[in-house]
């Protein structure tokens, strides 16, 4: 059974940094690709970052472009997503995801976590 489990988020200040992560379990996902997806309140979940788990690479939303850093450790089997000069506007529940296609349509993703609430003050 896959899992994917998101941990990191919290509450920060605008400017802040802060590094979500998401472990994976339950099958290879060597041929995966994994990503961040994130959905604030009253709004439609969108992409964030992606990275291919063999070969490491990597695609970003312009809303978070040269802010955020994605990145993998294979031991670990672990992903991470690095945010820097949060924004109120990144507030939401941001979702672990993974799937063999590189997509960014939410309906397409096989595999989610449960989210990870990330509150930004002003």
């Known amino acids: 059974q896959v899992q994917l489990v998101e941990s990191g988020g919290g509450l920060v200040q605008a400017g802040d940094s802060l590094r979500l992560s998401c472990t994976a379990s339950?099958?290879?996902?060597?041929?995966?690709?994994m990503g961040w997806f994130r959905q604030a309140p009253g709004k439609e979940r969108e992409f964030v970052a992606a990275?291919?788990?063999?070969?490491?690479?990597?695609y970003y939303a312009n809303s978070v472009k040269g802010r955020a850093t994605i990145s993998r450790d294979n031991a670990k089997n672990t992903m991470y997503l690095q945010m820097n000069s949060l924004k109120p506007e990144d507030t939401a529940v941001y979702y672990c995801?993974?799937?063999?296609?590189?997509?960014?349509?939410?309906?397409?993703?096989?595999?989610w976590g449960k989210g990870a609430l990330v509150t930004v003050s002003s």
């Open positions: 995801a993974a799937d063999v296609r590189n997509t960014r349509i939410p309906n397409d993703i096989d595999y």
């Open positions: 990275i291919r788990w063999s070969g490491g690479s990597t």
């Open positions: 339950g099958r290879t996902f060597s041929t995966y690709v």
